[in-house]
């Protein structure tokens, strides 16, 4: 990023030590990475115009106007999902090793848990991300979103308790949850029937989000036999298979005559598969060609 007439060196040194958490905060609000770097984008033209003689605190003000941009955005989003064919999932991203040795990063950078936070309004979502995720202070916080430090912990409540209630299960250890992908990747290229359904659980829902473009369900899919004969239904032929780190977790990449054709995640415990996001609109794996560092 060129800095403009009006930065100084050190005014560019202090944004880019802080850019990775900056895109990881607009991420975990917006949901998509094209936002998150339109919101960084904005947040620099306006950092190389703030007089940082009154700036006492870089990390909190910089966070600020990213919040301030990123709320914004959420509002216009909201509006704009309400005409979204099917159910609307996050933007997976290929991540580094070290988010998914943060446990609390990659829980809350999750396709699982970032589809949850898409069902709060948007200064809940803001006010959650910086409470829980990053710890910021309810004073910090206050004044990234406009309210006082009293109505934010009133909102930090109210969002922690929809959270809680909708937030997928325990998840398993990483040894767990690379052994039951495994056997779902094998059952799934082998089209053995009677294994796929032995690492589904019961009640195992499958969110699949194909933004009109590709096929898939109008609405989540509850119950292994439902999930199981909606998978064969949708297979389009002979596939290849591969796993990788999205969002800080295992996840299937698979790919159809060449091109990516759809990002699985996956929600595990006790050894099977409680939830199972598929990401299949091309306008969201157009990224995944790169890694992406994300940081608390």
Do not use: C
């Not at 900056?22 to 949901?31: I, K, P, R, S």
């Not at 997928?168 to 294994?195: C, H, K, N, W």
């Not at 899919?221 to 297979?235: E, N």
């Not at 306008?283 to 890694?291: E, H, I, P, S």
């Amino acid at each position: 990023m060129t800095a403009s007439r009006k930065s100084t060196p050190d005014a560019t040194d202090v944004f880019v030590a802080h850019r990775n958490l900056l895109f990881t905060v607009a991420y975990e609000m917006l949901g998509t990475a094209a936002d998150a770097e339109d919101v960084l984008q904005e947040t620099w033209l306006r950092w190389v115009d703030v007089d940082r003689s009154q700036v006492r605190d870089d990390r909190a003000y910089l966070v600020r106007i990213s919040t301030r941009l990123a709320l914004n955005r959420m509002r216009t989003n909201a509006r704009r999902r309400e005409s979204y064919v099917g159910p609307w999932l996050p933007e997976p991203l290929l991540t580094t090793p070290d988010v998914a040795e943060d446990v609390e990063l990659a829980d809350s950078v999750s396709v699982a848990m970032l589809t949850v936070l898409e069902t709060l309004a948007p200064t809940e979502r803001a006010v959650f991300v910086l409470r829980e995720v990053f710890d910021f202070e309810y004073d910090e916080i206050a004044a990234a979103v406009e309210k006082t430090p009293v109505a934010v912990r009133q909102i930090a409540s109210r969002a922690r308790a929809h959270v809680a209630e909708r937030r997928p299960r325990a998840e398993a250890t990483p040894g767990e949850r690379d052994r039951v992908l495994q056997r779902f990747m094998v059952a799934a290229s082998t089209g053995d029937i009677q294994s796929l359904l032995d690492v589904l659980a019961p009640d195992v829902v499958l969110v699949t989000d194909g933004g009109g473009v590709k096929k898939a369900a109008l609405r989540p899919i509850l119950g292994a036999d439902k999930v199981v004969r909606f998978l064969a239904g949708v297979s389009e032929g002979p596939a290849e298979a591969d796993i990788v780190v999205v969002n800080g977790a295992p996840a299937l990449r698979i790919i159809l005559d060449g091109e990516l054709d759809t990002i699985a995640t996956f929600a595990v415990e006790a050894g099977l598969v409680t939830g199972l996001y598929a990401i299949r609109n091309p306008a969201k794996l157009a990224r995944l060609d790169a890694v992406v560092s994300l940081t608390r």
